[in-house]
């Protein structure tokens, strides 16, 4: 295949880009290197594999058109975005701009110049908003669904919160309409907590990954609210092998929504956390406490069931695995943080 991957230089696009390398397929990467961490991931990924790479904006509708016209691409995984609630309500026309104008522009070129496509399409769980008539019950780590034991299903009623959940929510809805009115391939991912290699997580979002950078630097860490908070987590190395899946089975899935985490078999909150990365490194982790910050769900498990169903798909990586790949990366690689991070 020939794969286009928007957002390609950040943490889950990177990973992508080198698995779909290594396993024969022509890659195209697509970013505006604005995020941290995106030069670093660039620079690594030209030492590990051969790609095209095309320096331009989603938001740059003639250039996006132009490449997606003369590209040839069998499949195009979208991933860039602006992704941190508390910056999209810094800036709601930037977020809107990003990550809804910037996914019309794909799906239009999509329309017009390469309807046979595949396009997989990064979404989030915060289109399900703050989940707030969701029963929840508390314990003394974290907080946990009372009658959900499979999690938040596919079902479940969209209620946009924050610019960024409005912002996604509506590139959501429009790849299942281009689906559904043009008969374009696209299937929507609504994300969980998605962390490892080449993570450059920071305190706005990336949070496994920020607490284990701050703690190897040693910055202290903010926890937002009392901690207990719950996310189902998934390794990368599930999610690209999901993508995978996907694309093998399009005709089966074409037009569909998987929500993709961890699972119920895999959540963490920010407190258990906490106590696991203190206890690899054999240290407390800093850590104050602020406000909630709007828009912050409780508890958000995935249910992924339908994703096991229709593509044969679980998460293979533990979350004690995971944690331990991910500490001893960035232990590895602490000079790299400590260029990123040095100020604030």
Request: hydrophobic share 35%; with cysteine.
């Given at each position: ?62 250039q996006i058109e132009e490449i997606i016209h003369y590209g040839g691409f069998d499949a195009v995984i979208h991933l860039a975005g602006q992704v941190a609630v508390t910056s999209s309500i810094r800036d709601p026309r930037s977020d809107f701009e990003i990550n809804a104008q910037g996914m019309l522009n794909i799906l239009e070129a ?125 390794f990368i190395d599930d999610l690209i092998e999901c993508y995978l899946k996907a694309i093998e089975r399009i005709e089966h899935v074409r037009g569909m929504t998987f929500n993709i985490g961890g699972g119920p078999q895999n959540t963490l909150s920010l407190l258990e956390l906490l106590d696991m990365v203190s206890n690899i490194s ?63």
């Open positions: 295949m020939h794969v286009l991957i928007t957002g390609g230089c950040g943490f889950i696009g990177s990973n992508t880009a080198l698995r779909l390398a290594n396993l024969g397929h022509s890659v195209t990467i697509l970013d505006n290197l604005s995020r941290v961490g995106s030069e670093s991931n660039l620079e690594w990924l030209k030492r590990q594999c051969s790609f095209n790479f095309l320096q331009v904006d989603v938001r740059d509708r003639a999509i329309r017009q110049f390469s309807p046979h496509t595949i396009l997989l399409n990064a979404s989030t769980n915060k289109v399900y908003g703050e989940l707030r008539n969701v029963s929840i019950v508390e314990s003394s780590t974290r907080y946990q669904l009372a009658d959900m034991p499979s999690g938040i299903s596919e079902q479940y009623p969209l209620d946009f919160y924050s610019p960024y959940g409005c912002s996604k929510g509506t590139a959501d809805q429009y790849v299942l309409d281009y689906a559904r009115i043009y008969g374009l391939r696209t299937v929507n991912f609504r994300q969980s907590c998605i962390y490892g290699y080449r993570q450059f997580g920071v305190e706005d979002q990336g949070w496994v990954a920020w607490f284990i950078i701050a703690h190897l630097l040693g910055k202290t860490v903010t926890i937002y609210g009392n901690g207990k908070q719950v996310r189902d987590v998934l054999g240290r407390r982790v800093d850590y104050t406490f602020s406000d909630w910050r709007p828009g912050d769900q409780r508890v958000y498990i995935s249910d992924i069931r339908a994703a096991a169903a229709y593509l044969d798909w679980q998460p293979q990586v533990d979350v004690a695995e995971g944690i331990r790949r991910l500490y001893g990366w960035v232990s590895d690689n602490l000079d790299l943080f400590t260029a990123y991070y040095q100020e604030g």
